[in-house]
């Protein structure tokens, strides 16, 4: 019998209604009273942007920090295809609960019913408040917003702006934040990385942080914190994150006693342009809208040397088509990309590596035009080109599977609260509505769900039952605690100077990570994987080197901080991964899996999501919280 | 192919800098400008020499975070291409390339090729926006706009805050930034309200950051990576004399 130690807080009642009741009987503080609080928000992309502009508006004092320059810069801005939402304008059939159903099974039944349904719902206002703030999204002749279709799904419910959806709606929060920075309600400091939380009487109180461009460090005080700081993928070395996305943050929440959740459940999206040498330094996306005009093939044939336009239809296998009848290129991430996997290690990938598959648009073209296409997708298009040098609108493009999104993050409870209370979690840094997998343009839809319209309610009931600290409490002994451990910290990272430069050892980390905790895992390479990263770990603190100073800006330095918390989250990435013994989305174990080489959920054991404490010398400890199906039927998913 | 780079070393805004060679061999032109740039950092590691600093995150183009002078131009020789998307084939075998930070007042130098552009941040939140709050919004669709209108939003929208418009102007003005913010929201009906205002706020700030004045050479627009049009300007422009004009008769009044 599992035992369940671990519990959401959703309040009960019917599902349609849930949110709106629980909603309206949280406590309110008036702007008046809110003004005497201050909020901390990690991080200034979607969700933090969106959280801060918010809880400003309410009249709360907020302190927002970034390690970029500005909020504008924040990864969320690479975001390409498009935000989902229910609105239904198609009149295609799509619902508040059809969205809710299609997310809950593309996350393969492991996601929680009650914050999925909320974030259905809750997708609608998200379309509204970005249009109000001008975001230009797509629009028909008619003057009505445009939709488009995206993996998964076979509604319409796409929102977008050509191919740089996220870019729009990050300048639409990054104004609202502006507005408020304006009115001196929000505080911005840029180029910052919080390297600690700080806890009094065991409640988030503050953080550390260290500037970036004179190398102070730093602490601050309020009545809590909200960690708005993106995903991990950056464990895997080669991603299409943006360089300096990192856990650091999340993970030194970890340490403080926030439990992460699923850190092994990573998406790895199906159409990045191939890596192609070894100084590769980043992967690029190619968006997932492109398959609703492209279509994934490869030859037949083993080893086919012929140039793509040479080989005849009859010897080309579109293999998402053939598979998935239903479907076809549409399948969701996970499945696309463990096909062309599969099809690769069967010897037919194409390409110089033979580790790449061709997304083919001639199709398209002749029957919509070259001007269609290039109306929809002209910046991807170019943006192929220019990465590749092949003119995409005459030879298929060449695209395979790249690390791409973190379903895994900071456990959370209904209210988007860790397990430290006062220490919030919004957007990708949480792990709470996609389950296994996540399904395309709906991490736009949650980061902005979780900043606009769920934290500033849920941290405002929290705020209401706390007394306000109405002054600065950093002289406290705990603050200097973690200062002088951060100082500490540093002061060792400077003084390894060894031969090798961080990324050398993130490069390695990252191999180790893609080949056994990625697309296909094994018990074997999983242990194998838990032997090899304290390695690692010895190479990171004996062999690295940081010149120049800590006191400056130091680059070297930035990374290495990170990396060593990469290498931390890695170990807790194998055991997670090797504790479920079952395959559910994008977590794939060979040992389990259909006949038809599909993932093969275990119901009985697994359905739970899997929250690890952390500790420094032992093996991490695993927390349990049951998922409960009341409004939908577990079923096998099924695209065909 | 083999490169001798001339490259801008300053250890802090309150320094002097001076240009330093380097000289890398064997790189491959397939590999991306910034990628090249690693080669270099982490051989400098392995030296125990300062590696150089520059800004950059999402290597795609989009982030705004990356961009420095490469022989004279801001993100180099390549026509609508940030660094980050400009690769070593662009150049040729045993060139000389110099590269040194994007040049203006208002940028102070932080450190190597990375300026500070906070001065950006703060000309939107003098007015780069719609006065709404979270929650007061209409149902999207009650709001139609035409597809034309919506498109050359979009276009203008699409500014990614590099900076390069400014280093490539002798003047260093900030026009092409801030009027591509003014025609993005003055093109859109829930732009148009404050519209007036906005224009003279962003303008007054524009100028309050020390950015020059605009003498219409079209550097800006001709080395922007995104391709932002002069037609911003005419646009910021029209609304900035509409804008004088109604507060002259609103003082009269």
Redesign the interface.
Known sequence: MTEFNLFSKAPNGELHTKWEEYKNNLKKLTPEEANKYKVIVIGTGLAGA?AS??LA?QGFNVHAFSF????????S??AQGGINAA?N?KSDGDSVMRLFYDTIKGGDFRSREDNVYRLAEISK?I????????V??????????DNRSFGGVQVSRTFY??G?TG??LL?GA???L??Q??KKKVV?Y?RHDMLDIVLVNRKAKGIVTRNL?NGKIETHSADIVILATGGYSNVYYLSTN???SNVTANWRAHRKGALFANPSFTQIHPTCIPV??D????L??MSESLRNDGRVWVPQKKNDQRRPTEIPEGERDYYLERIYPAFGNLVPRDVASRRAKEVCDEGRGIGPTGFAVYLDFQKAIDEKGEDFIREKYGNLFD?YQ??T?ENPYETPMKIYPAVHYTMGGLWVDYNLMTTVEGLFSIGESNFSDHGANRLGASALMQGLADG??VV?HTAMDFLAKETPLMKDITDRPEFKEAKDKTENEINKLMMVDG??????VHRELGKIVWDKIGMARTESGLREALSEIPKIKEKFWNNI????SDK??N??LEKALRVKDFIELAELMAFDALDRNESCGAHFREEYQTEENEAERNDKDFKYVAAWDYSENENPKLFREELKYNNVKLKTRSYK | MNINLKIWRQ??GSTKGILKSYRLENI?P???F??MM??L??K???E????V?F???????????CGFMINGSPHGPQKA?TVC?L?M?AFSNEEDILLEPFRAESFPV??DL?V???A??RI???G??????????????S?????EY??E??LS??C??CGACVAACKNSSAMLFTSAKVS??SL?P??QKEGKDRVAKMVATMDEEGFGSCTNTGACSAECPKEIGQVNIARLNQEYISSSLSSLLKKKE
Do not use: W
């Not at chain 1, 100084?279 to 980043?282: A, E």
């Not at chain 2, 780069?128 to 669709?141: L, R, W």
């Open positions: 969106s502009a918010t508006e970029h320059e500005s909020p504008r810069r924040a990864h801005i690479a609105k304008y206002n379309i509204d408040q970005c249009v109000a703030q001008g230009p999204f797509a629009r028909e002749y008619g003057g009505l917003l702006a050509r740089q870019q729009q300048l990054y104004s609202a502006s507005r920075m304006e911005f840029s461009v943006a360089m300096a192609k040498n100084f590769q330094s980043k690029t996306l943006m220019n990465i040098n606009y319209f500033p031969k090798m430069a961080v990324d050398e080197s940081i010149p120049g400056d800006v680059q070297e | 250890s802090s491959d397939n590999i991306s910034l990628e690693d080669i950092n982490i400098l590691v392995k125990k020499k300062d590696p600093a800004d950059h995150d999402c290597r795609e183009g989009i982030c705004g975070s291409t998307q690769h084939r932080i450190k990375s500070d552009r906070k950006f941040d939107i939140s003098s780069g926006y719609v006065s709404t709050n979270t929650g007061e919004a209409p149902e999207a669709n709001i139609s706009i035409k597809k919506a498109d939003a979009f929208s699409a990614i805050g993005h929201l859109l829930q732009g």
